[in-house]
């Protein structure tokens, strides 16, 4: 290769001339970029998508729509690889089908924040969860014959400020959490590439951070493949020299710093130049450890049946049952029902920004709020005629939009079971100003409760939200953004038809002030706009050092504040039991135990396993769980082998997770704070790289 053939790779436009304002290259497709091949050498060119929950949107500019999956906390919710597997495989299929062969999927970004703008886009707060998930997802997708990456790395918690924003979290604490999570998605899943992130990292940002990218990834990890930027990242040429290989949709920087600036660059300086030859042959390992040079994608129809199944199937898989008192599952033969709000008479919520996927016809409705860059937009899926559709023809099922809680009300008392569907949208680039309902949807509630007894309350979020009028629902189920089959998903489980088996991935805090910072934190630029989106803002901390390694649930345990629903809690229309407890150690910590179905119902369990005791080190950490299917009365022996790195501690000295020698205490329960089983075992002290 040339030097200029080299640099050719080493940088991609946003293939957006909407954005741009530029013509169209030669063989791009309308997405998130585009790198022309090399023809002498039969490299072939990348066109790259967003894609997480589905080939994204991109505004209809391409004039074609995509199965919508549900959003991640969706996925996280079901605890289950298979779940991920199938899900990332149909992204592939159908972006492979639209001429794509790259997927920058793979988010595994820890849910610290809970009113983060992206928590829909990622996979909860524990680290094992995550990184498995999102390694599971990064496998299918690889072995589809496409590049996947893995992103932001790293700790980008929040929108609010992304660009300047410094997250500030020491080596360790960092290694135990975030860094582990990443860790086990890339074992896991092999991904071609790496994207970093927009924050600051302890003072340089992350796509300008030797530690993160050389030290850590390429040289501790062995990470073999290439660092793309996020896009309007790239503050430098000599951002290379601190493991960044690729500069993505350049037009959003202040310059095209890996084109002519860099073949210029690398003439002079013999360590860019080395740089750039290691830069591509990154790239091209990547390219041809993933197949492009051998099964290059192809344009097909896509098969919207197939991915309607797969995506009913991950939403009825990720909807958790917070509460339950009797109202559900609801009886086919109900003669009058109330159904209000949430837009359930046609479609579901989605969340907002480059992850937006939408059918070929596009949203069922869409607006533009005032606070936020990004449209709201409502997948056409509606529950009221999944509902309408599972009852008896002479059933009388009437709707109100919720808008006023007075008329409501008045719908609700007069019916036999009231569902009221609440939405909070989330969206890239703004964060949740609190973790309220928006739009008075709290006082809607509050009144169809207080009018009929029997009120189940459907959320479709993007995250954790304060129930003030939980006390008084019969039942309620967190359905996340469940996407485009989402409607008949979350009909299936009101009536019975699917056993609810989805558990938290996230804790709900019965208030802000249990967070380890109960206000978001914002910089001081008075000329700072909606989010805080400027790059040229004036930069701020954000202090992780409170919570360290223990997000979420362990910050909970730590601090013993009881959390409105815990990590790992889900109800069943069944009930399970635990028992036969046996804990074996040495150079492995086994916990093995039975688990068994005693009720009348089929259904699915995830029972949790938790280190509370390391060594004489109190704290909870998850450190397995399966995923169990159950006729009635039957009883499965299961057994869960704990990550070393789990119950070790990150040491800055060894570059190594040290397991002390002593006694691990652990316990078996639905939740992270219920322990069914506890038992114990001695390890041996071991160090892991």
């Known amino acids: 290769m040339t030097d200029a053939e080299r640099v050719r790779l080493l940088h991609s436009t946003f293939a957006r001339p909407d954005r741009t304002g530029k013509p169209q290259p030669e063989g791009a497709i309308v997405s998130a970029s585009f790198t022309p091949g090399i023809p002498r050498l039969g490299v072939p060119a990348l066109r790259e998508t967003d894609a997480s929950l589905g080939v994204a949107w991109v505004n209809g500019l391409r004039n074609d729509g995509a199965t919508a999956l549900p959003s991640s906390l969706s996925l996280a919710s079901s605890w289950d690889r298979d779940v991920a597997r199938r899900g990332s495989a149909l992204i592939a299929r159908e972006a492979r089908a639209k001429g794509f062969n790259v997927l920058l999927a793979g988010g595994v970004n820890l849910a610290r924040e809970p009113r983060n703008g992206r928590n829909f ?74 994207m970093c992130a927009y924050n600051r990292y302890n003072g340089p940002h992350a796509c300008q951070s030797p530690y993160l990218l050389s030290d850590v990834l390429k040289n501790e990890w062995h990470f073999p493949g290439f660092v793309m930027s996020d ?4 503050r430098d040429v000599r951002d290379l020299l601190a493991g960044l290989d690729r500069q993505s949709g350049e037009e959003l920087d202040d310059r095209f710093y890996f084109a002519d600036e860099l073949l210029a660059a690398a003439q002079t300086s013999p360590a860019l130049h080395a740089r750039m030859r290691d830069a591509v042959r990154r790239m091209l390992r990547s390219m041809f450890a993933a197949g492009l040079f051998d099964d ?74 005032a606070e936020a860059r990004r449209r709201i937009e409502i997948h056409p899926a509606p529950p009221l005629a999944a509902i309408r559709a599972r009852l008896r023809s002479d059933a009388q099922v009437r709707f109100n939009d919720g808008y006023s809680p007075t008329g409501a009300a008045a719908l609700a008392a007069d019916a036999d079971v009231a569902i009221v569907f609440a939405t909070q949208w989330m969206s890239e680039g703004v964060d949740a100003p609190d973790l309220s309902l928006p739009q008075g949807q709290d006082a809607v509630i509050a009144a169809v409760a207080a009018a009929n007894p029997r009120t189940v309350v459907v959320l479709e979020t993007g995250g954790p939200v304060l129930m003030p009028w939980l006390d008084h629902a019969a039942a309620v189920l967190e359905a996340w953004y469940p996407g485009s089959s989402g409607g008949e998903a979350i009909a299936d489980v009101l009536f019975g038809d699917a056993n609810p088996a989805g558990r938290l991935p996230i804790t709900f805090p019965a208030s ?11 910089t001081p630029d008075p000329n700072r706009d909606v989010g805080s989106q400027s790059h040229a803002l004036q930069g701020f901390d954000v202090d992780y050092d409170i919570e360290g390694a223990d997000v979420g649930y362990r910050w909970f345990a730590r601090t013993g504040a009881a959390p409105l629903f815990p990590f790992g809690y889900g109800l069943s229309y069944t009930r399970f039991g635990y028992s036969d407890l046996e804990v074996t150690g040495g150079d492995a910590l086994r916990v093995r135990f039975s688990v068994g179905n005693e009720g009348d119902r089929a259904g699915e369990d995830v029972p949790q396993v938790y280190v509370v005791d390391r060594a004489g080190t109190k704290g909870l950490r998850l450190i397995g769980w399966s995923n169990v299917l159950l006729a009635p009365g039957e009883k499965r022996r299961v057994e869960v082998v704990a990550d070393p790195r789990v119950l070790g501690e990150w040491s800055t000295q060894r570059r190594a997770w040290h397991v002390r020698r002593g006694n691990y205490v652990v316990q078996v329960g639905h939740a992270s704070d219920r322990a069914d089983l506890s038992g114990r075992a001695a390890l041996n002290d071991r160090s892991v790289r």
């Open 121 to 194: 886009e990622y996979l909860g707060e524990d680290p094992l969860l995550a990184g498995t998930l999102a390694g599971e997802t990064v496998r299918a997708i690889q072995a589809a014959h496409m590049i996947s990456t893995v992103k932001h790395f790293a700790l980008n918690a929040q929108e609010t400020g992304r660009h300047v924003a410094n997250s500030r979290l020491s080596d360790g604490a960092a290694h135990d959490s975030d860094l582990l999570a990443f860790r086990i998605a890339i074992e896991l899943g092999q991904p071609g590439a790496v």
């Open 231 to 234: 896009w309007g990242a790239v």
């Open 512 to 522: 802000l002030e249990q967070l380890p910072r109960p206000r978001l934190d914002d």
């Open 296 to 369: 290059p994608a192809t344009i097909e129809p896509l098969d919207v049946a197939a991915g309607d199944a797969v995506a009913r199937d991950a939403a009825v898989s990720g909807i958790v049952l917070l509460k339950n008192d009797g109202v559900l599952p609801l009886l086919r033969n109900a003669r009058r029902i109330a159904v209000i709000g949430g837009y359930a008479h046609v479609g579901v919520m989605s969340g907002g920004g480059s992850s937006q996927v939408e059918p070929a016809a596009g949203p069922a409705i869409a607006f533009q709020p």
